[in-house]
């Protein structure tokens, strides 16, 4: 290893005129030329990713092959190597796993890679699950007996619903979304009975209120 002046020889392709001299000079007259062993180094592979997925979906995580490669080249360089990086994988509009391959971008010509400068990679990208609450929810009462009525105070409700964000923005709380069940009701009183939330498969209840009303029931009148 060391640097080195080596001098540039002028090589000229071609016949020259006969009786003519033919005189070339060149400049400058030499070179300064670093040489440097061979090294070989094993380094990690980090991919890039740009863009952002569809409205309702994020990114997840990924998988690559080879996790690592080889590189080699002049010493100097290869240390100087802690990494390589992908070529940028574009997660636009996604809303789904996809896989692929990518280059491994690398700038100086001296050094090379293994695995052909290419990688694969698999990219999982999955629902964005969120919460929201929902207000003023009816109660809806099940299996009152035709001949009874009842009389319910004015009663302030919520109900807090997880799942997918996509689902959650275009759905709306059903009527019968809190509902007690008067089936058993036989007479007229009053009556302390439990809420429950029944909603779609899809979605899960985080919380609501209230737990359970106070109602009273009357005949109806003839």
């Keep these: ?23 070339a000079t060149v400049e400058p007259a030499e070179i300064l030329m670093r040489i440097e062993s061979v090294a070989v180094k094993k380094v990690p592979v980090t991919p890039s990713f740009t ?26 360089a290869v240390e100087n190597i802690n990494e390589m990086i992908t070529e940028q994988i574009d997660l636009s509009g996604r809303n789904a796993d996809f896989d692929g391959s990518a280059l491994l971008v690398n700038r100086n010509p001296l050094i090379t890679v293994s695995s052909g400068g290419t990688v694969e990679y698999r990219v999982t990208i999955r629902s964005i699950i969120a919460a929201k609450t929902f207000t003023e929810a009816k109660i809806f009462v099940a299996g009152l007996a035709d001949s009874f009525e009842l009389e319910m105070p004015e009663i302030q409700t919520s109900i807090t619903v997880r799942g997918r964000q996509i689902d959650l923005a275009k759905w709306t709380v059903s009527d019968d979304a809190l509902q007690v069940d008067a089936g058993s009701i036989l007479r ?27 109602f009273r029931v009357r005949r109806k009148r003839q």
């Excluded at 990924?62 to 080249?73: A, Q, T, W």
């Excluded at 009556?191 to 985080?206: G, I, N, S």
Aim: proline share 11%; glycine share 10%.
């Design 51 to 76: 863009g952002y997925p569809e409205a309702g979906y994020e990114f997840d995580g990924y998988l690559i092959n080879p996790v690592s490669i080889e590189v080699s080249g002049p010493r100097t």
């Design 188 to 214: 007229t009183g009053t009556y302390t009975v439990p809420v429950a939330a029944v909603l779609p498969e899809e979605f899960e209840v985080v919380d609501y209120s209230p737990r359970e009303i106070q």
């Design 1 to 23: 290893e060391g640097e080195y002046r080596v001098p540039l020889q002028v090589r000229v392709n071609g016949p020259a005129d006969s009786g003519n001299v033919l005189e």
